[in-house]
């Protein structure tokens, strides 16, 4: 497969409409695109999920390791791959570039496109193009500028490739009916935009139209089909695992084992009234209850059901929104109330992060990298079981504790890739059991 990243120089510089209108115009093209997405975000990943109507899959250099990253890579299938970075080109765990898009492109050897959103520059730009191909090893191969009138593109084109001696592949003009909203966690996720296909052919049309595909293509480079040991035995178990608009967040590679280990049965905890009779583990990833609040609340056969099952000994793992879901209540900022009432206490809603970021965890002898981003905090009776610690900038560390663990549950707000530990899993997997 022949792949590219796409980059910027900072977040919200048009990289996720810039990827999902490209993905969308080369399979106008005829190509069978492959979506990645670097670093641990879901939601990207979900939106490229359904405009190439195949898994997105992520690229996170921390919290998969090297291997893990390069198996990920070679699990895509199509003709061609468009990687989306994270943050700015060079922005990573901490102060250098360590876990960035470029590190990725290094460890993968691919090429990278800057898409910039420019504002009342020229020659400046340029300064910064330079200082961007400059400062590392990554190849940065042209520009593609984004939100940008036709005039304005042609000043800045002229001005690029005289001054950086870089290609311009094309612009994407100025259209607010581009633009994808965002709410507290970042987009607002795929499955609620319902406008987003006419978003992204719109997109795709101005790409095809003020984009030089041809040239870009001439880009894309042929990568080789890296080793892959992260697999799993058949344990013919069934797998629960919430999909709907409430719950969503999940690594493509993450169910990819538990696969493996068994059969995934679907089901939404918004629509459905009971879990899946059959099931010997549940697996609760994140998403956002607080949003969906109201209706989950008013399933009390679902949270009855949960409730009983856990009680009864069903295995079972919840990260962050799944241990929200898990407690007696949520209290969003504009109602509380009763969920499933598991584990003791309520979920709360902040104005800020809470542990935002890269972190390690210990848990019964296995240390895991993970990964933090919520606006809600947890106050419960239960004992925590997970030791975090966070690299601060200034060379300090912090430490916390987070984590539940009740019967055969385990909740906890990190989320955890398991191709970071893969004994994890394998500890998981062992509450499984059948009735």
């Given at each position: ?197 006419e978003k992204i052919n719109l997109c795709s049309e101005y790409i ?228």
């Amino acid at each position: 497969m022949k792949s590219i990243i796409i980059s910027s120089n900072s977040s919200g510089g048009g990289k996720t409409t810039t990827t999902l209108g490209l993905i969308r115009a080369l399979m106008k093209k005829g190509f069978d695109v492959q979506g990645y997405k670097v670093g641990p975000d879901y939601i990207d990943t979900a939106f490229q999920s359904r405009i190439a109507g195949k898994a997105s899959r992520n690229l996170d250099l921390f919290l998969m390791g090297e291997e893990g990253v390069k198996a990920s890579y070679s699990r895509g299938e199509g003709d061609l791959g468009v990687i989306e970075g994270v943050m700015g080109l060079y922005d990573g765990k901490g102060i250098d570039s360590k876990y960035s898009t470029a590190h990725v492109g290094e460890v993968l050897n691919l090429p990278v496109v800057l898409v910039l959103s420019p504002k009342a520059q020229v020659a400046t730009l340029c300064a910064e193009i330079e200082g961007l191909k400059n400062f590392g090893k990554v190849n940065i191969c042209g520009v593609i500028l984004n939100n940008i009138s036709e005039s304005y593109y042609k000043l800045l084109k002229a001005s690029i490739e005289y001054n950086c001696g870089i290609k311009v592949f094309g612009y994407i003009p100025k259209d607010e009916r581009l633009s994808i909203k965002s709410r507290h966690l970042g987009l607002i996720q795929s499955s609620e935009v319902e406008d987003l296909e006419e978003k992204i052919n719109l997109c795709s049309e101005y790409i095809l139209k003020n984009v030089e595909i041809e040239e870009l293509l001439k880009y894309f480079k042929e990568t080789p089909k890296y080793e892959d040991n992260f697999h799993l035995d058949n344990m013919k178990i069934k797998i629960g695992v919430p999909m709907d608009k409430a719950f969503s967040f999940y690594y493509r590679e993450n169910l990819d084992l538990l696969g493996e280990a068994g059969e995934i049965v679907y089901f939404s905890p918004l629509n459905d009234r009971e879990l899946p009779e059959c099931i010997d583990f549940l697996y609760l990833g994140g998403g956002y209850p607080e949003v969906f609040l109201e209706e989950l609340s008013e399933n009390k056969t679902m949270l009855n059901s949960i409730k009983n099952r856990l009680n009864d000994g069903l295995g079972c793992y919840a990260e962050c929104g799944g241990l929200m879901y898990l407690t007696q209540s949520i209290d969003n900022g504009n109602m509380e109330r009763e969920v499933v009432g598991f584990f003791s206490g309520k979920a709360v809603m902040t104005k800020s992060l809470q542990n935002f970021g890269y972190a390690s965890l210990e848990y019964e002898g296995l240390k895991i990298n993970c990964h933090e981003f919520h606006k809600s905090c947890v106050t419960s009776s239960e004992e925590k079981v997970y030791k975090l610690t966070k690299d601060m900038y200034d060379g300090s560390r912090k430490e916390w504790n987070c984590g539940y663990e009740k019967n055969n549950t385990l909740g906890a707000y990190p989320h955890v890739h398991f191709f970071g530990n893969m004994d994890f899993l394998k500890n998981l997997l062992k509450r499984s059991y059948k009735k």
